[in-house]
T-cell receptor, first 115, second 113 residues
Framework: DAGITQSPRHKVTETGTPVTLRCHQT?????MYWYRQDPGHGLRLIHY???????DKGEVSDGYSVSRSKTEDFLLTLESATSSQTSVYFC??????????????FGPGTRLTVT | GENVEQHPSTLSVQEGDSAVIKCTYS??????FPWYKQELGKRPQLIID?????GEKKDQRIAVTLNKTAKHFSLHITETQPEDSAVYFC????????????FGGGTRLMVKP
């Protein structure tokens, strides 16, 4: 597995509380992504980053924000968690090298439950 | 944006048989098509991929074919084994700055011993 870790691996939180999930990579890859996975919906992109302090929205970005202050870390924040954000969250990385290196490698995931 | 549809949603085969999973995509500008395998409770793992300038790629028992005219691509697994049982996802990427993948809905493959 590529050098990707996610923390925490499991979290239970209450509706309305803020939550931050962390993705850490040791591969020095340029691109980092946050996905959520829900039954019947597959994997959907929330936000992605193409460099330090460079981020953009994905398909399902409402209710989420991200930050990337260092190459190795990409944070996903739920400002005020809702039950609809109960999901498994995966981080992914991609080198994005010149010549079109597109392979994405996934972290182990974080299971978030909002009660 | 891109839209990827995947069929079937579930597939049951006997050990030793072949399995085929098909995906269609909407944007003719898409140029990279990976396949991921996800075992229960685990992360998606990249198993094979193909670029738009190639029609077929093989890696041991798995192969992927791409038909750019029809905008569809397929995963072929031969001589299936119980350890092939998992959920398989196809995806497509547009050649843009974000290298964003759009995933299909997944196929649950069950290989019966």
């Amino acid at each position: 597995d590529a050098g990707i870790t996610q923390s925490p691996r499991h979290k239970v939180t209450e509706t309305g509380t803020p939550v931050t999930l962390r993705c850490h990579q040791t591969e020095n890859h340029r691109y980092m992504y946050w996905y959520r996975q829900d039954p019947g919906h597959g994997l959907r992109l929330i936000h992605y980053s193409y460099g330090v302090k460079d981020t953009d929205k994905g398909e399902v970005s409402d209710g989420y924000s991200v930050s990337r202050s260092k190459t190795e870390d990409f944070l996903l924040t739920l400002e005020s968690a809702t039950s609809s954000q109960t999901s498994v969250y995966f981080c992914a990385i991609s080198s994005g090298l010149a010549g079109g290196t597109y392979e994405q490698y996934f972290g182990p995931g974080t299971r978030l439950t909002v009660t | 944006g891109e839209n990827v549809e995947q069929h079937p949603s579930t597939l049951s085969v006997q050990e030793g048989d072949s399995a085929v999973i098909k995906c269609t995509y909407s944007d003719s500008a898409s140029n990279y098509f990976p396949w991921y395998k996800q075992e229960l409770g685990k992360r998606p793992q990249l198993i094979i991929d193909i670029r738009s300038n190639v029609g077929e790629k093989k890696d041991q028992r798995i192969a992927v074919t791409l038909n750019k005219t029809a905008k569809h691509f397929s995963l072929h697994i031969t001589e299936t084994q119980p350890e092939d049982s998992a959920v398989y996802f196809c995806a497509a990427i547009l050649n843009n700055a974000g290298n964003m993948l759009t995933f299909g809905g997944g196929t649950r493959l069950m290989v019966k011993p």
